[in-house]
């Protein structure tokens, strides 16, 4: 059989700091990668006819570009117009229409993926056809992502100025109000005797939502929390082993790819009671509602070894199910089944 022609369409590289190029990237290289006997993938080509057009973002080119219907058209949900609420600020008019657009961008696909399968149901909702919705899971790679030494950890801790006996409490994304950057800070407050760290700032600027309030807190942190900004993804390996714990007190989320890069190096995770982690995470993190309960969570982490070690195994658990095997097998079986299906073969 000869291989499918596969074109990547995204914008999501363009913008530093944000979950959706980092999944994006991720897919990509999966893909090239491990399934080059299927499949010969190009990016953002515009002149050459494939046989899979896969939307990575919704960007309107794209959108016009999907009216081929020569090509099976599959469209990534990275989000639904209820999850920009609380990170982006729109004139009401504005987030109307767009809201209307990404539910007409989704509809026009002929297969739609989603990460997270808790997004399903409002999709159906918004009217798409249950058929036409699959559910793949976000992928990390562990060579990127992975333990280094003892040494090397301290040497990164040197750098960016702790002690190797510091408790690092660590936390990545846009620096947005649904992400919960203003727990963050409040659960610092509670527990003076950790340090927090924050890799992330404002990838859209002034449009961010809470975006006074949000860059008052960054330059002017309380004394044991650390804004970093927007750090090169190819750099956050070793953030990730400078850090104790990754404590994400977001708000809403999808599958963010920050949890998959954390458990790869076995990082306990403190969470916040979110439904659409059930799915996903399979009970095997530890999780709050409020600030209080995140911050004793915390010190029995610091406190007590076997629970530390009893996290570190549920992170280890969520690794290995979402290894790179299991998620390129399901792109290998979807890729071949959405061609059949558009061509009835």
């Known amino acids: 059989m000869k291989k499918l022609s596969i074109t990547m369409y995204s914008s999501a590289d363009k913008v530093a700091g944000q979950g959706v190029g980092s999944a994006y990237k991720e897919q990509v290289r999966l893909v090239k990668e491990g399934a080059s006997d299927l499949f010969d993938v190009r990016i953002n080509d515009w002149k050459h006819r494939s046989d899979i057009q896969h939307f990575h973002t919704v960007d309107p080119q794209f959108f016009v570009k999907m009216h081929d219907h020569r090509c099976v058209n599959i469209a ?52 798409i056809d249950r058929k036409k919705i699959y559910y793949i899971p ?51 407050k509670k527990c003076p005797e950790f340090q927090f760290v924050w890799a992330g700032g404002f990838s859209f600027g002034k449009i961010t ?18 804004f970093l900004g927007i750090v090169p993804r190819e750099e956050m390996v070793d953030l990730y082993n400078m850090a104790d714990v990754l404590f994400m007190p977001s708000y809403n989320e999808l599958f963010p790819m920050t949890i998959l890069e954390a458990v790869n190096l076995n990082i306990p995770l403190v969470l916040r009671d979110l439904d659409l982690y059930k799915d996903i995470l399979f009970d095997h993190y530890l999780r709050g509602n409020d600030n209080d309960t995140f911050a004793q969570l915390l010190r029995n982490l610091h406190d007590e070894p076997a629970i530390y070690r009893s996290a570190q195994a549920d992170s280890q658990a969520i690794s290995d199910y979402y290894s790179k095997e299991h998620v390129l097998d399901m792109w290998r079986k979807f890729y071949l089944d959405a061609y059949a299906e558009k061509h009835h073969k």
């Open 209 to 226: 939502d809470g975006y006074e309030e949000l860059k008052k807190v960054q330059e002017n942190p309380p004394k044991n929390v650390h």
């Open 76 to 127: 990534y949900c990275h989000f639904l117009p209820d999850t920009l609420e609380g990170s982006l600020q729109l004139p009401g008019v504005a987030f109307k229409v767009f809201s209307k657009y990404v539910v007409q961008f989704y509809k026009s696909a002929d297969r739609l993926v989603v990460v997270n399968p808790s997004f399903i149901d409002d999709l159906i909702a918004y009217g």
């Open 138 to 188: 976000n992928f990390v790679s562990k060579e990127q992502f992975y333990s280094k030494s003892e040494e090397q950890r301290n040497s990164i801790r040197k750098k960016y100025g702790f002690g190797p006996n510091d408790f690092i409490v660590f936390d990545a994304g846009q620096v947005q109000t649904r992400k919960g950057v203003l727990d963050f800070v409040d659960v610092a």
